[in-house]
């Protein structure tokens, strides 16, 4: 059962022969009325605090959550990122990887394909340094021969050809 200060100011005692002084008791009922009321005073403040402080920590511990949903929201973004990018840069590296090793491949199809180009035109330099060896060892023989059959024709010349008028004819001057 709880008594409120007014109760208490308001109560009323019994006299009896030989009893209490009754100035002295409505005194003391005063003075313990008075703290009862700063007593109920300072709790209802109290819990006023209290209260305030409830509702403050409801809302730090709401915003703690709120912080904690965007953290972790933060994290699987980040990892999300983090995975996508590793998972770009392997295929980057994957595509580079064939890129070099097609690369590779060309240059190594073209470094055949020059080497056998090379050893096709010296093929045909040496086939026709030997054509052109044949040519001019027929064309010496040809001149040769030529050479032998004037010199044996000239031997044979009738001797019209020692006068003074032939030598003219043969060497163009006196012409037409």
């Not at 007593?39 to 409801?58: F, G, S, T």
């Not at 060309?106 to 394909?113: C, I, V």
């Not at 080497?115 to 044949?134: M, T």
């Amino acid at each position: 059962m709880k008594v409120t200060a007014l109760e208490i100011r308001q109560q009323q005692f019994p006299l009896r022969f030989r009893g209490l002084d009754p100035g002295e008791v409505d005194k003391f009922l005063e003075l313990v009325a008075g703290d009862m009321e700063d007593l109920v005073r300072e709790n209802a403040r109290l819990r006023d605090a209290l209260a305030r402080k409830d509702l403050e920590l409801q809302r730090m511990q709401q915003g703690e959550d709120e912080l904690k949903k965007a953290l972790t929201a933060i994290q699987q973004i980040r990892e999300d990122w983090i995975g996508r990018a590793e998972k770009q840069a392997e295929q980057v590296v994957l595509e580079s990887t064939l890129k070099a090793n097609q690369l590779r491949v060309d240059a190594e199809r073209q470094l055949e394909a020059l080497q056998q180009d090379v050893q096709e035109l010296k093929r045909q330099r040496h086939q026709l340094v030997s054509d052109i060896r044949h040519i001019v060892e027929e064309h010496l023989r040809a001149l040769e021969t030529i050479g032998e059959e004037h010199e044996e024709s000239a031997d044979r010349l009738p001797p019209l050809l020692e006068t003074s008028e032939a030598r003219r004819d043969v060497s163009g001057t006196d012409r037409g």
